[in-house]
């Protein structure tokens, strides 16, 4: 995978009209960033396999978000990854606090929870998914072939159970 490192500073963006700072992707070296102490998500291998696989197929799509020191804010994951891949680099983006600042505690809560808010359509996933197998494979995607069994059998139409 190619990563073009930028290495000049640019003049530091201007603030929006609610004062927050556009967004700036920065490419940063994987052994500046550290995990934050408070981070209370494991990121078991086969979790890892599936990160590994998307950052191999697609890049890094998602950045990585930091405190001013580096402290990762979301994206552990990703850096755990990109650490067993022996990325020299990943991109970020940095937020202007501090790693304990109420706001970016949010960050960090937020990003792993937000996500757990969103209405699953069970059956359009499993078709999706199914679809996937037969092009390609499933690592990469979080679901594995027993995964889909699962879904597949509390997916089918009311048909097909008996009653």
């Given amino acids: 995978m190619n990563i073009r490192i930028v290495t000049k500073a640019k003049p530091k ?5 609610n004062g927050a700072s556009p967004f700036r992707v920065e490419i940063v070296p994987v052994g500046s960033l550290k995990n934050h102490p408070r981070n209370y998500r494991e990121h078991p291998d086969d979790q890892l396999m599936h990160i590994e696989e998307s950052i191999r197929e697609n890049g890094f799509y998602r950045n990585v978000v930091v405190a ?8 552990h ?5 990109a650490r067993k891949m022996k990325q020299s680099h990943v991109p970020v983006i940095r937020l202007d606090r501090a790693p ?3 706001k970016a ?3 960090l809560i937020g990003d792993n929870e937000i996500g757990n808010l969103a209405e699953i359509d069970d059956r359009s996933l499993t078709e999706t998914l199914k ?6 494979d499933l690592l990469g995607t979080g679901y594995d ?4 069994a699962a879904l597949v059998f509390v997916t089918r139409p009311a048909s ?4």
């Fill in 13 to 17: 963006p201007k603030s929006n009209s």
């Fill in 68 to 75: 001013r020191d580096g402290t990762i804010l979301a994206g």
């Fill in 77 to 81: 994951g990703v850096v755990k990854a």
């Fill in 100 to 102: 304990d600042d109420p």
């Fill in 105 to 107: 505690l949010k960050v």
């Fill in 131 to 136: 679809q996937l197998r037969e092009a390609d």
């Fill in 145 to 148: 072939e027993k995964m889909l």
């Fill in 160 to 163: 097909e159970i008996a009653s």
